[in-house]
Protein backbone atom coordinates (compact mmCIF):
# COMPACT_ATOMS: atom_id res chain seq x y z
CA UNK A 1 0.00 0.00 0.00
CA UNK A 2 1.23 3.83 -1.47
CA UNK A 3 1.36 5.80 1.69
CA UNK A 4 3.16 9.32 2.21
CA UNK A 5 5.54 10.18 5.57
CA UNK A 6 8.66 12.44 5.54
CA UNK A 7 10.86 12.73 8.97
CA UNK A 8 9.78 16.19 8.96
CA UNK A 9 6.09 15.77 9.70
CA UNK A 10 7.88 15.85 13.35
CA UNK A 11 8.90 19.16 15.04
CA UNK A 12 9.94 19.69 18.22
CA UNK A 13 7.52 20.79 20.73
CA UNK A 14 7.71 22.47 24.18
CA UNK A 15 8.13 19.57 27.02
CA UNK A 16 4.38 18.99 29.00
CA UNK A 17 2.79 19.85 25.39
CA UNK A 18 -0.35 17.78 24.88
CA UNK A 19 -0.17 16.37 21.29
CA UNK A 20 1.68 13.22 20.85
CA UNK A 21 4.10 14.85 18.20
CA UNK A 22 6.59 11.62 18.21
CA UNK A 23 3.20 9.71 16.54
CA UNK A 24 4.46 9.87 13.01
CA UNK A 25 7.61 8.89 12.95
CA UNK A 26 6.43 5.76 15.54
CA UNK A 27 3.70 5.24 13.07
CA UNK A 28 6.22 4.90 9.87
CA UNK A 29 8.51 2.42 11.88
CA UNK A 30 5.46 0.32 13.38
CA UNK A 31 4.22 0.05 9.59
CA UNK A 32 7.57 -0.90 8.53
CA UNK A 33 8.35 -3.03 11.59
CA UNK A 34 5.19 -5.22 10.70
CA UNK A 35 5.76 -5.53 6.82
CA UNK A 36 2.24 -3.38 6.51
CA UNK A 37 4.39 -0.93 4.29
CA UNK A 38 7.56 -1.73 2.09
CA UNK A 39 10.34 1.28 1.98
CA UNK A 40 9.24 1.54 -1.30
CA UNK A 41 5.69 2.04 -0.74
CA UNK A 42 6.67 5.47 1.14
CA UNK A 43 5.89 8.67 -1.26
CA UNK A 44 7.96 11.67 0.15
CA UNK A 45 6.33 14.76 -0.22
CA UNK A 46 7.64 18.21 -0.92
CA UNK A 47 5.66 21.45 0.61
CA UNK A 48 2.72 22.06 -0.48
CA UNK A 49 2.41 24.87 -3.22
CA UNK A 50 1.10 28.41 -1.87
CA UNK A 51 -1.63 28.51 -5.03
CA UNK A 52 -2.73 24.97 -3.76
CA UNK A 53 -3.13 26.17 -0.36
CA UNK A 54 -4.90 29.77 -1.43
CA UNK A 55 -7.95 27.37 -2.94
CA UNK A 56 -8.68 27.47 1.01
CA UNK A 57 -6.96 29.70 3.32
CA UNK A 58 -6.87 33.13 3.13
CA UNK A 59 -3.04 34.75 2.41
CA UNK A 60 -3.24 37.02 5.73
CA UNK A 61 -3.19 33.41 7.89
CA UNK A 62 -0.91 31.61 5.55
CA UNK A 63 1.41 35.16 5.34
CA UNK A 64 1.37 35.16 9.12
CA UNK A 65 1.91 31.37 9.71
CA UNK A 66 4.80 31.76 7.16
CA UNK A 67 6.69 34.32 9.39
CA UNK A 68 5.78 33.25 12.70
CA UNK A 69 3.91 36.10 13.60
CA UNK A 70 0.04 34.91 14.32
CA UNK A 71 -1.43 37.06 17.41
CA UNK A 72 -1.35 35.12 20.64
CA UNK A 73 -4.77 34.44 20.55
CA UNK A 74 -4.81 32.81 17.05
CA UNK A 75 -2.00 30.89 17.79
CA UNK A 76 -3.63 29.76 20.85
CA UNK A 77 -6.50 28.51 19.17
CA UNK A 78 -4.16 26.88 17.06
CA UNK A 79 -3.43 25.07 19.81
CA UNK A 80 0.31 24.43 18.74
CA UNK A 81 3.35 27.07 18.76
CA UNK A 82 4.03 28.55 15.36
CA UNK A 83 7.23 28.19 14.31
CA UNK A 84 9.28 27.75 10.23
CA UNK A 85 9.34 23.86 11.44
CA UNK A 86 5.51 23.74 12.42
CA UNK A 87 4.96 25.88 8.76
CA UNK A 88 7.11 23.48 6.77
CA UNK A 89 5.70 20.14 8.29
CA UNK A 90 2.02 21.68 8.09
CA UNK A 91 2.70 21.75 3.93
CA UNK A 92 4.68 18.85 3.43
CA UNK A 93 1.73 17.33 5.27
CA UNK A 94 -0.99 18.94 3.03
CA UNK A 95 0.95 17.85 -0.19
CA UNK A 96 1.11 14.19 1.60
CA UNK A 97 -2.87 13.98 1.75
CA UNK A 98 -2.86 15.09 -2.07
CA UNK A 99 -0.58 12.60 -3.17
CA UNK A 100 -2.06 9.95 -1.16
CA UNK A 101 -5.59 10.75 -2.91
CA UNK A 102 -3.51 10.90 -6.22
CA UNK A 103 -2.12 7.73 -5.18
CA UNK A 104 -5.48 5.89 -4.37
CA UNK A 105 -7.37 7.34 -7.63
CA UNK A 106 -4.83 5.82 -9.85
CA UNK A 107 -3.60 2.60 -7.78
CA UNK A 108 -5.16 -0.94 -9.47
CA UNK A 109 -6.90 -1.43 -6.25
CA UNK A 110 -7.47 2.13 -5.17
CA UNK A 111 -5.87 1.80 -1.73
CA UNK A 112 -3.46 4.60 0.08
CA UNK A 113 -3.10 6.75 2.92
CA UNK A 114 -0.64 9.65 4.29
CA UNK A 115 0.78 9.10 7.90
CA UNK A 116 -0.36 12.30 8.74
CA UNK A 117 -3.35 14.32 8.00
CA UNK A 118 -7.01 14.41 8.30
CA UNK A 119 -6.82 18.20 10.22
CA UNK A 120 -10.14 18.63 10.24
CA UNK A 121 -10.44 21.58 12.20
CA UNK A 122 -8.47 23.55 10.39
CA UNK A 123 -10.64 26.94 8.96
CA UNK A 124 -9.76 29.42 5.90
CA UNK A 125 -8.41 31.92 8.32
CA UNK A 126 -6.72 30.29 11.15
CA UNK A 127 -5.95 26.86 13.09
CA UNK A 128 -7.94 25.07 15.50
CA UNK A 129 -7.64 22.61 17.90
CA UNK A 130 -3.89 21.13 16.58
CA UNK A 131 -4.97 21.59 12.95
CA UNK A 132 -2.94 24.12 11.12
CA UNK A 133 -4.02 23.89 7.40
CA UNK A 134 -6.87 22.09 6.12
CA UNK A 135 -5.30 19.05 4.40
CA UNK A 136 -8.62 17.41 2.83
CA UNK A 137 -9.95 20.69 1.60
CA UNK A 138 -6.80 21.65 0.06
CA UNK A 139 -6.59 18.69 -1.36
CA UNK A 140 -10.10 17.77 -2.74
CA UNK A 141 -10.46 21.05 -4.21
CA UNK A 142 -7.04 20.96 -6.18
CA UNK A 143 -7.82 17.54 -7.79
CA UNK A 144 -11.43 18.94 -8.55
CA UNK A 145 -9.78 21.95 -10.65
CA UNK A 146 -7.02 19.46 -11.65
CA UNK A 147 -9.73 17.28 -13.28
CA UNK A 148 -9.20 13.93 -11.53
CA UNK A 149 -12.50 13.92 -9.50
CA UNK A 150 -15.75 15.16 -9.19
CA UNK A 151 -17.39 14.06 -6.60
CA UNK A 152 -15.82 12.76 -2.93
CA UNK A 153 -17.03 11.32 0.55
CA UNK A 154 -15.40 12.41 3.52
CA UNK A 155 -15.64 9.69 6.17
CA UNK A 156 -15.18 11.46 9.33
CA UNK A 157 -15.16 9.36 12.26
CA UNK A 158 -12.32 11.59 14.38
CA UNK A 159 -14.45 11.75 17.70
CA UNK A 160 -14.43 15.89 17.48
CA UNK A 161 -16.74 16.89 14.60
CA UNK A 162 -15.02 17.93 11.19
CA UNK A 163 -16.18 21.99 11.55
CA UNK A 164 -13.23 23.21 9.84
CA UNK A 165 -14.57 20.79 6.57
CA UNK A 166 -18.43 21.39 7.22
CA UNK A 167 -17.42 24.86 7.06
CA UNK A 168 -15.37 24.94 3.86
CA UNK A 169 -17.65 22.34 2.04
CA UNK A 170 -20.79 24.06 2.97
CA UNK A 171 -22.65 26.98 1.43
CA UNK A 172 -21.38 27.49 -2.42
CA UNK A 173 -19.23 23.90 -1.94
CA UNK A 174 -21.79 22.05 -0.54
CA UNK A 175 -23.00 19.06 -1.82
CA UNK A 176 -24.38 18.04 -4.35
CA UNK A 177 -23.34 21.00 -6.38
CA UNK A 178 -19.40 21.71 -5.01
CA UNK A 179 -19.68 17.45 -5.02
CA UNK A 180 -17.96 17.00 -1.55
CA UNK A 181 -19.75 15.36 0.84
CA UNK A 182 -19.14 14.98 4.44
CA UNK A 183 -19.93 12.52 7.45
CA UNK A 184 -19.26 13.04 10.50
CA UNK A 185 -19.43 11.05 13.93
CA UNK A 186 -19.10 12.70 16.66
CA UNK A 187 -19.55 13.38 20.64
CA UNK A 188 -22.44 15.74 20.56
CA UNK A 189 -21.00 17.69 23.76
CA UNK A 190 -17.22 17.78 22.68
CA UNK A 191 -15.27 20.42 20.70
CA UNK A 192 -15.73 22.06 18.60
CA UNK A 193 -18.61 24.14 20.32
CA UNK A 194 -19.76 25.86 17.47
CA UNK A 195 -20.33 23.02 14.94
CA UNK A 196 -20.85 23.90 11.18
CA UNK A 197 -23.37 21.35 10.09
CA UNK A 198 -21.81 19.00 7.94
CA UNK A 199 -23.92 17.24 5.06
CA UNK A 200 -24.53 13.89 7.52
CA UNK A 201 -24.23 14.87 11.31
CA UNK A 202 -24.36 11.90 13.50
CA UNK A 203 -23.90 13.60 17.27
CA UNK A 204 -23.29 10.75 19.75
CA UNK A 205 -24.03 10.14 23.62
CA UNK A 206 -20.71 10.59 26.06
CA UNK A 207 -19.95 7.10 26.71
CA UNK A 208 -21.54 5.33 23.47
CA UNK A 209 -19.61 2.33 23.36
CA UNK A 210 -18.67 -0.60 20.62
CA UNK A 211 -21.93 -2.32 19.60
CA UNK A 212 -24.33 1.01 19.10
CA UNK A 213 -20.91 3.17 17.73
CA UNK A 214 -20.91 0.15 15.37
CA UNK A 215 -24.56 -0.51 14.58
CA UNK A 216 -24.92 3.88 13.88
CA UNK A 217 -22.28 3.69 11.69
CA UNK A 218 -23.51 0.19 9.19
CA UNK A 219 -26.74 2.52 9.28
CA UNK A 220 -24.75 5.89 8.06
CA UNK A 221 -22.10 4.65 5.92
CA UNK A 222 -23.87 3.06 3.41
CA UNK A 223 -26.45 5.67 2.92
CA UNK A 224 -23.98 8.27 2.64
CA UNK A 225 -21.72 6.10 -0.18
CA UNK A 226 -25.17 6.08 -2.07
CA UNK A 227 -26.16 9.56 -1.62
CA UNK A 228 -22.74 10.90 -2.75
CA UNK A 229 -21.69 8.52 -5.66
CA UNK A 230 -18.23 9.36 -5.24
CA UNK A 231 -15.22 9.12 -7.02
CA UNK A 232 -13.06 8.81 -3.77
CA UNK A 233 -13.86 7.98 -0.13
CA UNK A 234 -10.80 10.12 2.31
CA UNK A 235 -11.45 8.29 5.48
CA UNK A 236 -10.14 10.27 8.47
CA UNK A 237 -9.80 7.30 11.09
CA UNK A 238 -9.36 9.07 14.28
CA UNK A 239 -8.76 6.90 17.39
CA UNK A 240 -9.58 9.65 20.08
CA UNK A 241 -12.93 7.22 20.16
CA UNK A 242 -11.04 5.18 22.35
CA UNK A 243 -12.08 4.40 26.35
CA UNK A 244 -9.14 5.68 27.81
CA UNK A 245 -8.87 8.81 25.15
CA UNK A 246 -7.65 11.91 27.09
CA UNK A 247 -9.89 14.08 25.03
CA UNK A 248 -12.69 11.44 23.64
CA UNK A 249 -15.35 11.16 25.95
CA UNK A 250 -16.77 7.71 24.28
CA UNK A 251 -15.80 4.14 25.21
CA UNK A 252 -14.86 1.99 22.47
CA UNK A 253 -12.46 -0.78 22.89
CA UNK A 254 -9.21 -1.85 20.76
CA UNK A 255 -11.43 -4.51 19.25
CA UNK A 256 -14.43 -1.87 18.52
CA UNK A 257 -11.59 0.40 16.89
CA UNK A 258 -10.41 -2.72 14.66
CA UNK A 259 -14.05 -3.56 13.28
CA UNK A 260 -14.61 -0.17 12.62
CA UNK A 261 -11.77 0.37 10.28
CA UNK A 262 -11.94 -3.19 9.02
CA UNK A 263 -15.40 -2.38 8.28
CA UNK A 264 -15.21 0.87 6.55
CA UNK A 265 -12.37 -0.44 4.29
CA UNK A 266 -14.59 -3.35 3.08
CA UNK A 267 -17.48 -1.37 2.50
CA UNK A 268 -15.73 0.60 0.61
CA UNK A 269 -13.73 -1.59 -1.42
CA UNK A 270 -17.63 -3.40 -2.26
CA UNK A 271 -18.53 0.05 -3.47
CA UNK A 272 -15.49 -0.11 -5.69
CA UNK A 273 -14.53 3.47 -4.90
CA UNK A 274 -10.84 4.46 -4.37
CA UNK A 275 -10.39 4.90 -0.42
CA UNK A 276 -7.42 7.35 0.64
CA UNK A 277 -6.53 6.69 4.20
CA UNK A 278 -5.61 9.54 7.03
CA UNK A 279 -4.61 9.68 10.93
CA UNK A 280 -7.22 12.83 12.38
CA UNK A 281 -6.56 12.52 16.19
CA UNK A 282 -5.59 10.00 18.79
CA UNK A 283 -4.55 10.98 22.51
CA UNK A 284 -3.36 7.85 24.18
CA UNK A 285 -2.47 7.15 27.78
CA UNK A 286 -1.49 4.64 29.97
CA UNK A 287 -3.02 6.61 33.02
CA UNK A 288 -1.40 8.43 35.72
CA UNK A 289 1.82 7.30 34.50
CA UNK A 290 2.12 8.21 30.93
CA UNK A 291 4.89 10.49 29.52
CA UNK A 292 4.70 11.72 25.92
CA UNK A 293 6.90 9.16 24.34
CA UNK A 294 4.78 6.26 25.70
CA UNK A 295 1.76 8.54 24.67
CA UNK A 296 3.05 9.27 21.62
CA UNK A 297 3.93 5.27 20.58
CA UNK A 298 0.38 3.90 22.00
CA UNK A 299 -1.18 6.47 19.89
CA UNK A 300 0.82 5.26 16.75
CA UNK A 301 0.08 1.84 17.85
CA UNK A 302 -3.86 2.81 17.55
CA UNK A 303 -3.08 4.63 14.69
CA UNK A 304 -1.64 1.68 12.69
CA UNK A 305 -5.30 -0.26 13.18
CA UNK A 306 -6.67 0.91 10.20
CA UNK A 307 -3.43 0.08 7.92
CA UNK A 308 -3.56 -3.17 9.19
CA UNK A 309 -7.14 -3.64 8.67
CA UNK A 310 -6.79 -2.22 5.31
CA UNK A 311 -4.15 -4.61 4.07
CA UNK A 312 -6.59 -7.37 5.27
CA UNK A 313 -9.70 -6.06 3.64
CA UNK A 314 -7.81 -5.43 0.65
CA UNK A 315 -6.77 -9.01 0.93
CA UNK A 316 -2.95 -7.47 0.85
CA UNK A 317 -2.32 -10.40 2.92
ZN1 LIG B 1 -10.21 14.43 17.39
Known sequence: MKVSYHPGYVVPLPEKHAFPMGKFSALHEILLAECVIAPEDVMTPREADW??????????YLDALATSTLTRQAERRMGLPQSPGLWRRSRLAVQGTMNACLAALTDARGLAGNLAGGTHHSHPEGG???????DVAVALISLQRAGWLRRALVVDLDVHQGDGNAFVFGGERAWPRGGVYTLSLHGAKNYPFVKPPSTRDVPLADGTGDDEYLATLAHHLPLALRESDPDLVVYLAGVDVLADDR?????LTREGLAVRD?????????????????LSGGYATRGARADRRTSAHDTADLHATVFREALSAYGLR
Do not use: I, K, Q, W
Open 51 to 60: SDLLLVHTRE
Open 128 to 134: RGFCVLN
Open 247 to 251: FGRLS
Open 262 to 278: RYVCETVRASGVPLCLL
